[in-house]
């Protein structure tokens, strides 16, 4: 599905040890990796073994770490949300030709748009608390 490759694609992600940007793609063993060394940062608060896309493996501060897994989980979220509302807006229409017409890159409307948003605030706020909360311990 193209919910599935959007997240595999993964994002660019800026870290705050150089203020670079790196991308990181999020197939599900990649997901699992980072998942790996997010819980190895947090709990040892050590640098961390890992790579973005298409550079060499190098050790990544805990802060890193948790700023690659925080903004991992937010993609993944935004783009599993976007993809179920968009289901739900489907079986909502009532013409084929309407249905024929959506796209993945379709907009939502009405209460599907209302409640995607309403989530996507929350899960920014998830994404910022995790990163505080490593970084005021």
């Not at 999020?26 to 819980?39: A, V, W």
């Not at 947090?42 to 050790?59: I, N």
């Amino acid at each position: 599905s193209m919910e599935w490759q959007n997240i595999c694609d993964g994002i660019d992600v800026v870290l705050p040890s150089d203020n670079k940007t790196y991308h990181y793609s999020f197939t599900l063993t990649d997901q699992n990796n980072i998942k790996t060394c997010f819980d190895l940062a947090v709990s040892t608060k050590s640098a961390t073994p890992y790579h973005a896309d298409g550079e060499g493996c190098r050790l990544y501060s805990p802060i890193d770490i948790v700023t690659i897994y925080a903004e991992e989980q937010y993609y993944i979220t935004k783009q599993t949300t976007f993809f179920n509302y968009l289901k739900q807006q489907i079986k909502s229409l009532n013409a084929v030709d309407e249905v024929r017409k959506i796209t993945y890159k379709s907009e939502l409307t009405g209460d599907f748009k209302t409640g995607y948003e309403s989530i996507l605030a929350y899960a920014e706020v998830a994404k910022d608390s995790i990163k505080q909360s490593y970084i005021s311990e």
